[in-house]
């Protein structure tokens, strides 16, 4: 049964920093590629970010570029958003997701329709 868990929302002032981590089970999420979207309420689902397999490709929204980074670890067992320089407008649910077409895909997509598997969420909420 694949699964995702996202973790590490919260709340942070401007200007602040988190790192949030999805890790997989049911699958191995080291051979596809992962995204990160976020969604605000009345506001579609935004692809913030993704990595292809290997993650020598990676690919940004422009309102993220700069200041956010994705991220697999060395096992490949865990994938990491680090948000740096946070604004109130990054305040949303967080979601990771995985394309379970993409085993061995060197590029990804930021595309919601892409990605087959989603996690529950998690928060984060940037206020002063």
């Known amino acids: 049964q694949v699964q995702l868990v996202e973790s590490g929302g919260g709340l942070v002032q401007p200007g602040g920093s988190l790192r949030l981590s999805c890790a997989g089970s049911?699958?191995?999420?080291?051979?596809?590629?992962i995204g990160w979207f976020r969604e605000v309420p009345g506001k579609d689902r935004e692809g913030v970010s993704c990595?292809?397999?290997?993650?020598?490709?990676?690919n940004y929204a422009d309102s993220v570029k700069g200041r956010f980074t994705i991220s697999r670890d060395s096992a490949g067992n865990t994938v990491y958003l680090q948000m740096n320089n946070l604004k109130p407008e990054d305040t949303a649910v967080y979601y990771c997701?995985?394309?379970?077409?993409?085993?061995?895909?060197?590029?990804?997509?930021?595309?919601?329709?892409?990605?087959?598997?989603w996690g529950q969420g998690t928060q984060v909420t940037v206020s002063s």
């Open positions: 990595i292809g397999t290997s993650g020598g490709f990676t």
């Open positions: 049911g699958f191995t999420l080291g051979s596809y590629t």
């Open positions: 997701a995985v394309d379970l077409d993409s085993s061995g895909n060197y590029y990804c997509s930021r595309g919601i329709d892409d990605y087959d598997y």
